[in-house]
């Protein structure tokens, strides 16, 4: 028996705080959240992309094709599913990888908030 009455104390109960949810990657521990899906929102856009490079430098993806990748597995539905589809097409044409640069003009293009330059403006 242990308490107060038996000379051995209980055990106590501590309460710690719930870890931040950590990604590890190749023995390596990455801090940086994974992105939420993208969902062709353009007001959400720069956020989203500003989250998604982090998480891409934070768990070492420099290769240009694993980027692409990591980016179209995160789209989803409507007209972001169907940019991923026509992805998914020329990188099945191709023998060679995609250009990283390349990538991000193009997904620039297409989804970035074209009314925040007029906002600014």
Known sequence: ??????????????????????????????????????????????????????????????????????VLSRFHKGTAGAFVQQKLNEINKQDDTLLWDAFEIEIKLVYQDKTREADTE
């Open 1 to 70: 028996m242990s308490g107060p009455h038996t000379g051995t104390p209980a055990p106590r109960t501590t309460q710690t705080a719930p870890e931040t949810p950590v990604m590890e990657t190749g023995g390596h521990k990455s801090m940086v959240l994974e992105p939420e899906w993208f969902n062709r929102n353009r007001k959400e856009f720069e956020d989203w992309w500003r989250a998604m490079k982090l998480y891409l430098r934070a768990n070492r993806n420099t290769g240009a094709e694993d980027k692409v990748m990591a």
